[in-house]
T-cell receptor, first 113, second 114 residues
Framework: EADIYQTPRYLVIGTGKKITLECSQT?????MYWYQQDPGMELHLIHY???????EKGDLSSESTVSRIRTEHFPLTLESARPSHTSQYLC????????????FGPGTRLTVL | QKEVEQDPGPLSVPEGAIVSLNCTYS??????FMWYRQYSRKGPELLMY????GNKEDGRFTAQVDKSSKYISLFIRDSQPSDSATYLC??????????????FGRGTQLTVWP
């Protein structure tokens, strides 16, 4: 079983609030990813990181930001939450040389009122 | 046109049935093909991984890739209620080009009833 954790699992918050979704992995993986998943839709890559101090935007335009100060930690921040941010956010990681095999966390279900 | 197409279902079958799940894709650059299984309120977990064309078997699961038709399949034999989940296909391009980015289908929701 993959050792990748996300907190909180569920979050209901009002419009305009700043939120940070946490993601940590204990596998020492270099690569980490954030995906957005809506019911019945594809997973969309919103951010990824190749290692410490390396972050890139993904395919889906996102108002969120990420940081990678430590290998094991890849938090995602929304400065001002809006109802359009309501979604499931999944964090994943992969090891060097096995980039296709991604291990996913349990996800954070975000609802913005 | 989406790069990966997958019928979202839902698909409902009786226990013991053979299940066939499929995806098509448009980009011939894809070379690595995966199936992920996602239980309700959980993250996806890797189920099968294949490279290029051919078959791969793992217990009750068989993954097939037909690159000439740009078509991949996952077969589940003797399906069990515990197989009830959403199955997502995913694929990636040669590792040197995209550094591990996966392209996912929408997922097919499967229910196996006793």
């Amino acid at each position: 079983e993959a050792d990748i954790y996300q907190t909180p699992r569920y979050l209901v918050i009002g419009t305009g609030k700043k939120i940070t979704l946490e993601c940590s992995q204990t596998m020492g993986h270099d690569k980490m990813y954030w995906y957005q998943q809506d019911p019945g839709m594809e997973l969309h890559l919103i951010h990824y990181s190749y290692g410490v101090n390396s972050t890139e935007k993904g395919d889906l335009s996102s108002e969120s930001t990420v940081s990678r100060i430590r290998t094991e930690h890849f938090p995602l921040t929304l400065e001002s939450a809006r109802p359009s941010h309501t979604s499931q956010y999944l964090c994943a990681s992969s090891e060097r040389g096995r980039l296709d095999t991604q291990y996913f966390g349990p996800g954070t279900r975000l609802t913005v009122l | 046109q989406k790069e990966v197409e997958q019928d979202p279902g839902p698909l409902s079958v009786p226990e013991g049935a053979i299940v066939s799940l499929n995806c098509t894709y448009s980009n011939s650059a894809f070379q690595y093909f995966m199936w992920y299984r996602q239980y309700s309120r959980k993250g996806p977990e890797l189920l099968m991984y294949t490279y290029s064309s051919g078959n791969k078997e793992d217990g009750r699961f068989t993954a097939q890739v037909d690159k000439s038709s740009k078509y991949i399949s996952l077969f589940i034999r003797d399906s069990q209620p515990s197989d009830s989940a959403t199955y997502l296909c995913a694929m990636s391009k040669p590792r040197g080009s995209t550094l591990g980015r996966l392209y996912f289908g929408r997922g097919t929701q499967l229910t196996v009833w006793p």
